[in-house]
């Protein structure tokens, strides 16, 4: 079955990092680029980046810039997203995602993960 | 950033009715859109990609248009599984979404 199976909750003080892992399985890790995506209540989604699996280059949204970092372990399909710097505005469901395209040029979002939800509290 | 403006905010309509959403971007994306359905407590469901092309095993009432900076979401007839949240997405400069249209039973 093709799906991104993600960590579970967390609950971080503010200043402090928080790391998600997404696990891939069902379809061939290298081949698709992950992006991460954020959802805070109520609100849109928000980009903070992606990684390409196969070399682990990344590329971040500029707002998270110096406190995002993307990797991957390829030898257990997995891809971590590390934020730091937490503070209350950070508090969010953080998706990880795979854009349908293998050629890694039409970035549409075909497979998410059920979330990570992220809680800043002092 | 390009800022994605979607309208309305919430829709309000009954079963069967015809249904457009709209998205806006500040400059163009070509028709590098997408948009997503999100119901409660669940990741978003990829609907419609490249502006209009309909993503496998998407009901054929989703079609999508536009091309630049103005784009459309359209359900033909209206069916209960369809209350939702909508987003658009562009994927021209990086990603930025919408902040979504809910649409509600009226």
């Known amino acids: ?122 | 950033d390009i800022q994605m403006t979607q309208s309305p905010s919430t829709l309000s309509a009954s079963v069967g009715d015809r249904v457009t959403i709209t998205c806006r971007a500040s400059q163009s994306v070509r028709s590098w859109l997408a948009w997503y359905q999100q119901k409660p407590g669940k990741a978003p469901q990829l609907l419609i990609y490249k502006a209009s092309t309909l993503e496998s095993g998407v009901p054929s009432r989703f079609s999508g248009r536009g091309s630049g900076t103005d784009f459309t979401l359209s359900i033909s007839s209206l069916q209960p599984d369809d209350f939702a949240t909508y987003f658009c997405h562009q994927y021209h400069i990086n990603s930025t979404f919408g902040r979504g249209t809910k649409v509600e039973i009226k």
Request: charged share 15%; proline share 3%; aromatic share 12%.
């Open chain 1, 1 to 122: 079955q093709v799906q991104l199976v993600q960590s579970g909750a967390e609950v971080k003080k503010p200043g402090a990092s928080v790391k998600v892992s997404c696990r891939a399985s069902g379809y061939t890790f290298t081949d698709y680029h992950i992006h991460w995506v954020r959802q805070a209540p109520g609100q849109g989604p928000e980009w903070l980046g992606w990684i390409n699996p196969e070399n682990g280059g990344a590329t971040y949204a500029q707002k998270f810039q110096g406190r995002v970092t993307m990797t991957r372990d390829t030898s257990i399909t997995t891809a971590y997203m590390e934020l730091s710097g937490l503070t209350i505005d950070d508090t969010a469901l953080y998706y990880c995602t795979r854009i349908g395209d293998s050629y890694g040029v039409d970035w549409y979002l075909d497979l998410w993960g059920r979330g990570t939800l992220v809680t800043v509290s002092s």
